[in-house]
Structures are given as C-alpha cells and as structure tokens.
C-alpha cells in the first residue's frame, strides 16, 4: 500500500543533542511538510518542499532544519533540543500545495526531550 | 491572530448524543478541509468542501460549508466511542497552511 512512514516511532534524545528524524513516502508526491504538534493542539507547519525548493515558515526556529535528499525521503534534524521542543512531529505529504489535495500524514515520531 | 476559528475545543459527551464542531473566519475560504486525527496516529482526512452551500455525508457525519463560503461545521448523529478525537479544520490558502485549533472529542460509553 502506497503511504508515508516515519522512523522512529518514539526517540529520546539529551537536551542540545542533536536529531534527526526520517520521514519515507511511496506515494511519488511532489511535496513533503513538516509538522510539531504539542498534546490536544494543532499542528503547526514547520516548513515543506515542494520538490527541491524549501519553503520555511517564518516563526520556524533556527534550530529546526530539513533536508530532502529526493522525492522519496525527507528528514527533520533538530540541531540543539530543548525541553520545549518536546512534542510529535508528523510528516505529510501531498500531490501539488492548492487547496483540493488532501495532505497525506505519516503516523509521526513522538520526541522526547530529557 | 487566529485566521481560522474552530469550536469547541474540547467536547466530552455520552455515546448516542449528537454534536456539532464550527470552523469560522474573516476570510473566503476557496475550499476548506476536516481531518480526523486518532490518538497517537497523523490526521486523516475526511472530507474537502469547495461549493458555497455545500452539504456532504460521510455515515454520520454530515459537513456543511456556508453559502458565503466563510464558514463550516460538522455534525455528528448518535456519537459512537469510535468517534473519539481531534477534529481539524484546514484552510488552504493558496498553499499556505492554516489549521484551526482543533476540537478535542470524547466520546463515553
């Protein structure tokens, strides 16, 4: 079945050791997003490629970085964690960025931050 | 400033009631998205509205999109347990992403 996983499914890591986390999708979409989501919130956009042009959100801290290798793989690498980077950060992605394509979610990694 | 208003944020009702979550702006929503999102799994969607006035069924769920295109909500007939969950509203802009802020449901049996 055609779908997006992410790996791991649960990472700790020491607060300012560096991490990073996979996001893999079948699906031959054009564009992959970045979400943090924090408990019974939102999620909120980190940033997206649509292909290889990187689309960062402009609260998006610094510390927070992504890579897209090619149309399969996106990683997420969080250069420093704090405690308050905590949370589950989903990957998504989707056919083209307007408004009728459905968003395609990966089941998350949940980031542990100790 | 919250571009997309949604309510309730959080909603605990008894199996068989029915309830009803809104998404709201300021703006004209060109289409307008609702996502379900289960405990510890990404949000799947439900259903993507585009037609001012629009009604559409999914089951028991039933999602209307306002005439003036500013508005949304989502009726649930005789809530289940399987039910419970984030609800989210997702607003397209052009490829700018604008969720709502979610409604937290739970459903007792």
């Known amino acids: 079945d055609a779908m997006v996983i992410q790996n791991p499914r649960y990472q700790v890591t020491q607060f300012g050791k560096p991490v990073t986390l996979s996001c893999s999708q079948t699906?031959?979409?054009?564009?992959m997003y970045w979400y943090q989501q924090k408990s019974s919130q939102a999620p909120k956009l980190l940033f997206h490629y649509y292909d290889k042009d990187f689309n960062n959100e402009a609260d998006t801290p610094d510390n927070f970085q992504s890579r897209r290798p090619n149309t399969s793989f996106c990683f997420l690498d969080i250069r420093s964690p704090g405690l308050g980077d905590a949370a589950m950060y989903l990957c998504a992605t989707s056919r083209g960025r307007g408004g009728g394509n459905e968003q395609f979610f990966g089941p998350g990694t949940r980031l542990t931050v100790l | 400033t919250q571009l997309l208003e949604q309510s309730p944020q959080f909603l605990s009702i008894q199996e068989g009631e029915n309830l009803t979550v809104y998404c709201n702006s300021s703006?004209?929503?060109?289409?307008l998205q609702w996502y379900r999102q289960e405990p510890g799994e990404g949000p799947v969607l439900l259903v993507t509205v585009v037609t001012g006035g629009e009604v559409k069924k999914l089951k028991r769920l039933t999602f209307q999109f306002g005439d003036a295109r500013k508005d949304s909500s989502l009726h649930i007939t005789a809530a289940q347990t399987g039910d419970t969950g984030l609800y989210l509203c997702l607003w397209n802009q052009g490829g700018k992403l604008i969720f709502g802020q979610g409604t937290e449901l739970s459903v007792k049996p």
């Open positions: 699906l031959n979409h054009n564009v």
């Open positions: 703006s004209v929503f060109s289409s």
